[in-house]
């Protein structure tokens, strides 16, 4: 499975982006996806993910509200669209697939992983 990442960029606090992540290759395999990010100086961390089965879908607490994911099971894409941005959400950010039935938080569990994408919020 590859996965493509985009719609990063620059924005001022209190904006929005929109992320895409397309998946090609083996989709069939896909339980799920996600996206992580991983700011400066910092681990990556879990932001949100979606499950392919169902229609479930968990948030970290620091983007519930703010963040929704979504996804086009035909074109097998996952959409992060990311509203009343921080400064503190500047991050690369990263999309994600699992082959597991349910939802998966842990990075560990995500066995493929997109080249990831910049997003910086200006105070």
């Known amino acids: 499975v590859q996965l493509q990442a985009s719609g990063g960029g620059l924005v001022q606090a209190g904006g929005s982006l929109r992320l895409s992540c397309a998946a090609s290759?083996?989709?069939?395999?896909?339980?799920?996806m996600g996206w992580f990010r991983q700011a400066p100086g910092k681990e990556r961390e879990f932001v949100t993910t979606?499950?392919?089965?169902?229609?479930?879908?968990y948030y970290a607490d620091s983007v519930k509200g703010r963040f929704t994911i979504s996804r086009d099971s035909a074109k097998y894409t996952v959409y992060l669209q990311m509203n009343s941005l921080k400064p503190e959400d500047t991050a690369v950010y990263y999309c994600?697939?699992?082959?597991?039935?349910?939802?998966?938080?842990?990075?560990?569990?995500?066995?493929?992983w997109g080249q990831g994408t910049q997003v910086t919020v200006s105070s």
């Open positions: 994600a697939a699992h082959s597991y039935n349910g939802d998966r938080i842990a990075a560990d569990d995500f066995t493929y």
């Open positions: 290759g083996r989709t069939f395999s896909i339980g799920g």
């Open positions: 979606v499950s392919w089965g169902g229609s479930s879908s």
